[in-house]
């Protein structure tokens, strides 16, 4: 299997340099918040195109990050199932997630109901990995994630997909741009048996964004998500229990939020509001349990430039969060309770010449329950020669505990928050039209960072996160290939054992031929040494290795109509994400798309 991988990367690497292609350069805002030019970005900085997760069949938020250099997606069981997300040996709850720069509801866990998001109306994806804390805030130790939802051509797309375990995708998406007014209306709804017994999933969600052109320096937009879900989940296989006939998770969220851009002169104004809720339901052997999560937020930022040298962001943002919880089966309310923050932030970025530039911010935030503190951030970028970047960060993260750390049914209310100073130094490389590379080293030092203790949540003191990431892609005409490698060393200083979940290494291969008429491609996924709970006797244990391939395929039949499928854990691998709760087996689904 191994020796397969190696040819198939090194056939795709020698084809992919017989042909050519040009496009223009993405705009890219996650890392500054301001955009700049992808091949300007550093080296901990991915964007997934809508191109790239259309021919690739990708559908949710959790298969977009799978093939992210450094970022770990951990599901527990199958399709629709709690799915967790590790960056470079942070914690689960230590990305923001944003939409169009709306930090979106973590909900009472805070780690975003990864496992049930749908990707509509998303038109790329923008991943910035390490410290996120100044640019969005808490949570931002691991870094961050921003969908975006850019305007597209006037066009109606309907995807109808098929497959194992009586799965059935519908999904439809509508693309207006007409009289100054443009944006995008998108649905869709999935359903599934699993492998599993009583492991049905259902989801249903939808978005919109819908902005206008008042006049040529103010432009207003309304942006909107819903989701729910509908889970049910036999437990772990190896519970004397299993499989439990009457567990299930009942999921519902929504957001709104409008807001404005209005230019004067050489400077840009953005203000948001943002009203978001979060609600879940779930039902196990030992609850039946509501949690809610509600949040309203007001955001704004001034950006511009002082000189043909400086360009100055300020901003700041207002956040009040609501936390309850009640036991159904009584009705007896255990968390009632209210949070806010206030937070200023600003960044400058300034040239020394055309080779050198000096990227600088910092951000002061007041919590309600933790007080105030100050976080701050430094970038040097060197051009060394053509298509040759050095790119070195420093910078300070901050993480009060979430509501389920806090309250949740193992939770600790005495928790301290969460800090991290993180320093990382990386290459790219552009030398031309066809290869890119981003190659980087980090090194985080946590203090106070939370992880399960066998009894509850606690903070473990210090710990160290410490690899290597890289991403080589190859682009030229109708071939892509893309190759990613990274290696983590995450350890508990306080009893010198390894982090739960983080891969000591981590890989990913892509390769894929396209044209008008039709796709080919295959990925490979490949995880190595990972420390897991076992799931009868919670101890620490060796967690699987595995090797995952998938294949996926589409053909134009008409100019309207595109035959899809793909198949899913190609060789069937039996692996388990998390121990007791095996991943899916081999499956297959076809369908057919419509363009209008």
Same mark, same amino acid.
């Given at each position: 299997?191994?020796?397969?991988?190696?040819?198939?990367?090194?056939?795709?690497?020698?084809? $992919?340099?017989?042909?050519?292609?040009?496009?223009?350069?993405?705009?890219?805002?996650?890392?500054?918040?301001?955009?700049?030019?992808?091949?300007? @970005?550093?080296?901990?900085?991915?964007?997934?195109?809508?191109?790239?997760?259309?021919?690739?069949?990708?559908?949710?938020?959790?298969?977009?990050?799978?093939?992210?250099?450094?970022?770990?997606? +951990?599901?527990?069981?199958?399709?629709?199932?709690?799915?967790?997300?590790?960056?470079?040996?942070?914690?689960?709850?230590?990305?923001?997630?944003?939409?169009?720069?709306?930090?979106?509801?973590?909900?009472?866990?805070?780690?975003?109901?990864?496992?049930?998001? $749908?990707?509509?109306?998303?038109?790329?994806?923008? @991943?910035?990995?390490?410290?996120?804390?100044?640019?969005?805030?808490?949570?931002?130790?691991?870094?961050?994630?921003?969908?975006?939802?850019e305007p597209e051509k006037p066009q109606?797309?309907?995807?109808?997909?098929?497959?194992?375990?009586?799965?059935?995708?519908?999904?439809?998406?509508?693309?207006?741009?007409?009289?100054?007014?443009?944006?995008?209306?998108?649905?869709?709804?999935?359903?599934?048996?699993?492998?599993?017994?009583?492991?049905?999933?259902?989801?249903?969600?939808?978005?919109?964004?819908?902005?206008?052109?008042?006049?040529?320096?103010?432009?207003?937009?309304?942006?909107?998500?819903?989701?729910?879900?509908?889970?049910?989940?036999?437990? /772990?296989?190896?519970?004397?229990?299993?499989?439990?006939?009457?567990?299930?998770?009942?999921?519902?969220?929504?957001?709104?939020?409008?807001?404005?851009?209005?230019?004067?002169?050489?400077?840009?104004?953005?203000?948001?509001?943002?009203?978001?809720?979060?609600?879940?339901?779930?039902?196990?052997?030992?609850?039946?349990?509501?949690?809610?999560?509600?949040?309203?937020?007001?955001?704004?930022?001034?950006?511009?430039?002082?000189?043909?040298?400086?360009? +100055?962001?300020?901003?700041?943002?207002?956040?009040?969060?609501?936390?309850?919880?009640?036991?159904?089966?009584?009705?007896? +309310?255990?968390?009632?309770?209210? &949070?806010?923050?206030? $937070?200023?932030?600003?960044?400058?970025?300034?040239?020394?010449?055309?080779?050198?530039?000096?990227?600088?911010?910092?951000?002061?935030?007041?919590?309600?329950?933790?007080?105030?503190?100050?976080?701050?951030?430094?970038?040097?970028?060197?051009?060394?020669?053509?298509?040759?970047?050095?790119?070195?960060?420093?910078?300070?993260?901050?993480?009060?505990?979430?509501?389920?750390?806090?309250?949740?049914?193992?939770?600790?209310?005495?928790?301290?928050?969460?800090?991290?100073?993180?320093?990382?130094?990386?290459?790219?490389? /552009?030398?031309?039209?066809?290869?890119?590379?981003?190659?980087?080293?980090?090194?985080?030092?946590?203090?106070?960072?939370?992880?399960? $203790?066998?009894?509850?949540?606690?903070?473990?003191?210090?710990?160290?996160?410490?690899?290597?990431?890289?991403?080589?892609?190859?682009?030229?005409?109708?071939?892509?290939?893309?190759?990613?490698?990274?290696?983590?060393?995450?350890?508990?200083?306080?009893?010198?054992?390894?982090?739960?979940?983080?891969?000591?290494?981590?890989? /990913?291969?892509?390769?894929?031929?396209?044209?008008?008429?039709?796709?080919?491609?295959?990925?490979?996924?490949?995880?190595?040494?990972?420390?897991?709970?076992?799931?009868?006797?919670?101890?620490?244990?060796?967690?699987?290795?595995?090797?995952?391939?998938?294949?996926?395929?589409?053909?134009?039949?008409?100019d309207v109509i595109k035959l899809i499928?793909?198949?899913?854990?190609?060789?069937?691998?039996?692996?388990?994400?998390?121990?007791?709760?095996?991943?899916?087996?081999?499956?297959?689904? &076809?369908?057919?798309?419509?363009?209008?």
């Amino acid at each position: 299997m191994y020796q397969l991988i190696k040819f198939l990367g090194f056939s795709f690497l020698i084809g $992919s340099f017989l042909f050519g292609n040009a496009e223009l350069e993405p705009m890219v805002v996650v890392e500054k918040r301001t955009p700049q030019p992808l091949s300007t @970005v550093s080296p901990w900085v991915t964007r997934v195109s809508a191109e790239d997760l259309r021919e690739r069949q990708i559908y949710n938020l959790s298969d977009a990050l799978n093939t992210v250099p450094g970022m770990t997606v +951990v599901r527990s069981g199958q399709l629709g199932s709690q799915t967790s997300l590790f960056s470079r040996g942070a914690q689960s709850d230590h990305v923001n997630f944003l939409y169009e720069g709306r930090k979106l509801n973590g909900g009472f866990s805070g780690t975003y109901n990864l496992g049930q998001f $749908s990707l509509n109306g998303v038109s790329s994806i923008e @991943v910035l990995r390490g410290s996120s804390s100044v640019q969005y805030g808490a949570e931002g130790i691991g870094g961050a994630v921003m969908l975006r939802s850019e305007p597209e051509k006037p066009q109606l797309n309907w995807l109808m997909e098929g497959g194992s375990n009586d799965s059935f995708l519908s999904k439809i998406h509508y693309g207006f741009n007409d009289s100054g007014w443009m944006g995008s209306v998108s649905t869709s709804l999935l359903t599934t048996d699993n492998e599993q017994p009583n492991a049905n999933y259902h989801n249903n969600s939808g978005s919109f964004h819908i902005s206008h052109q008042v006049s040529q320096n103010l432009e207003i937009d309304l942006l909107g998500l819903g989701n729910k879900s509908d889970i049910n989940y036999p437990g /772990n296989i190896k519970s004397a229990a299993y499989p439990i006939l009457d567990q299930y998770q009942n999921i519902e969220e929504i957001l709104i939020s409008p807001g404005l851009k209005l230019q004067i002169g050489n400077w840009n104004l953005k203000g948001l509001y943002t009203y978001s809720e979060d609600d879940l339901i779930g039902k196990d052997s030992f609850s039946d349990t509501g949690y809610e999560a509600s949040s309203q937020s007001l955001d704004f930022q001034i950006n511009g430039e002082f000189t043909e040298s400086l360009e +100055v962001i300020l901003g700041g943002l207002y956040v009040e969060d609501s936390f309850y919880k009640k036991e159904n089966s009584t009705n007896l +309310v255990d968390i009632d309770k209210k &949070a806010d923050s206030i $937070s200023a932030f600003a960044f400058s970025n300034y040239s020394f010449g055309e080779d050198l530039l000096l990227s600088l911010g910092a951000r002061y935030d007041e919590f309600s329950d933790y007080g105030d503190v100050s976080t701050w951030s430094s970038i040097l970028e060197k051009d060394l020669v053509d298509g040759f970047t050095l790119v070195t960060r420093y910078s300070t993260s901050f993480s009060p505990p979430q509501a389920n750390d806090l309250y949740g049914v193992w939770g600790n209310p005495e928790l301290k928050p969460e800090e991290a100073d993180s320093w990382e130094v990386g290459i790219v490389a /552009n030398p031309n039209d066809i290869l890119n590379l981003h190659l980087s080293y980090f090194d985080t030092r946590f203090k106070n960072l939370i992880e399960w $203790s066998g009894v509850t949540t606690s903070n473990v003191g210090t710990a160290r996160s410490k690899g290597v990431e890289s991403s080589l892609k190859l682009n030229q005409g109708n071939y892509k290939s893309s190759f990613s490698f990274a290696y983590l060393d995450a350890i508990n200083l306080s009893s010198n054992e390894r982090l739960l979940r983080r891969p000591r290494i981590l890989g /990913n291969i892509e390769v894929k031929h396209s044209n008008n008429i039709h796709t080919l491609g295959l990925g490979v996924r490949y995880l190595h040494d990972v420390r897991d709970i076992d799931g009868a006797t919670f101890s620490t244990i060796q967690g699987d290795d595995y090797v995952v391939f998938r294949l996926f395929a589409d053909y134009q039949l008409t100019d309207v109509i595109k035959l899809i499928g793909r198949v899913e854990n190609l060789m069937d691998e039996d692996y388990e994400e998390v121990d007791g709760y095996p991943a899916l087996g081999r499956t297959i689904f &076809a369908g057919l798309g419509f363009q209008f």
